[in-house]
């Protein structure tokens, strides 16, 4: 142990003098107060009892604590992925090789969540998730405003829009508008009635004020609009069209056909189709080559964006992915 007045010891102290007295604070107040805190514990800085308190199912159904904590994970995922498109945008100088760091790290973490739907779609029994499911409703995954939120950081508003909709706005939209004609909007309709879901109608009285200011303060700062604040020869980087070409591809492609794989395993019944929890159409909401679903259409030929996710369901279907 060192004593008190050991070199390094003193040095110490006189940075912390450094930085506390400018400020107007007493230095010996507060190390006073770091001799009366506590040690730091593993389980109490993450809060690791309340964490694992947070699975309480509805039902007494076994694997509905795999289907709660599966998707805790997921949002935690999509947490992680928020904080880094933050960073994209507040880095008021971001340079290319920083800008590939994070789309590198949100990549990953999809990359680690499309590998990890085998725990929905393998690991739990069918018969007990088409009993617990009818206890849910009409809560669904559809509901979640984090997945919103990393698409609208991710491109121009304008690209998650029904465009048929948009187009009749006309020339001068504002970001209430374009919420307004969402492509998500498809998907959460009654498949007999074409009319709002209950899931749709809460999750619009919940999140729709607070989904237009994220909007609106991501105008400038989602990734499209930062990639074009780049220069000419930056804009080339194949590296970076590489990471925001699989970017695209991993939202809008391998993660929604994960669900749609899972679907069909749970939700297809020949010559029965099973509604999505809250009665969502998920055969029309899901498939990317129905939605065409793309961030960075300006990325992509002609070819690709024609076949954009053709091919996939129907190996799904067969049992081929």
């Known amino acids: 142990m060192e004593p008190a007045n050991h070199p390094e010891v003193l040095e110490q102290l006189k940075r912390l ?52 904590m599966y998707h805790q994970i997921t949002e935690l995922y999509f947490k992680l992925c928020l904080e880094e498109y933050r960073q994209i945008g507040d880095d008021k100088a971001l340079t290319v090789e920083m800008l590939m760091k994070r789309l590198k790290r949100i990549n990953r973490y999809f990359d680690n969540l499309i590998d990890s739907f085998d725990v929905m779609v393998d690991g739990m029994d069918q018969k007990q998730f088409l009993q617990f499911r009818m ?33 009749a706005l006309g020339q001068h939209v504002t970001h209430e508008d374009l919420i307004g004609c969402i492509y998500w909007k498809e998907g959460a309709t009654e498949v007999s009635s074409g009319s709002k879901t209950l899931t749709l109608i809460r999750f619009e009285e919940k999140y729709t004020d607070q989904l237009i200011l994220f909007a609106k303060n991501y105008e400038h700062k989602n990734v499209w609009a930062v990639y074009q604040k780049l220069s000419p020869e930056d804009q080339q980087n194949p590296r970076l069209l590489r ?49 065409k679903r793309i961030f960075y259409p300006e990325l992509w030929s002609e070819q690709e964006l024609e076949e954009w996710g053709k091919g996939w369901v129907e190996k799904i279907l067969n049992g081929d992915v």
Do not use: C
């Open 243 to 291: 990471l925001m070409r699989e970017l695209d591809s991993n939202v809008n492609v391998n993660w929604p056909l994960m669900h749609y794989k899972s679907a069909v395993r749970y939700l297809q019944r020949d010559p029965e189709v099973i509604a999505a929890t809250g009665g969502t159409n998920w055969q029309k909401y899901l498939p990317p080559k129905f939605q």
């Open 17 to 68: 003098q450094e930085k506390y007295v400018p400020l107007g604070q007493d230095l010996a107040s507060y190390l006073e107060g770091l001799y009366h805190t506590d040690f730091l514990n593993y389980w109490d800085y993450i809060h690791l009892d309340t964490l694992l308190s947070l699975q309480v199912p509805r039902t007494t159904i076994p694997d509905e604590k795999i289907f709660i």
């Open 135 to 167: 206890a849910l409703m009409p809560a669904s995954g559809f509901q979640s405003v984090q997945y919103r939120m990393i698409e609208i950081a991710s491109t121009d508003l304008r690209n998650l829009t029904n465009k048929e909709k948009r187009l």
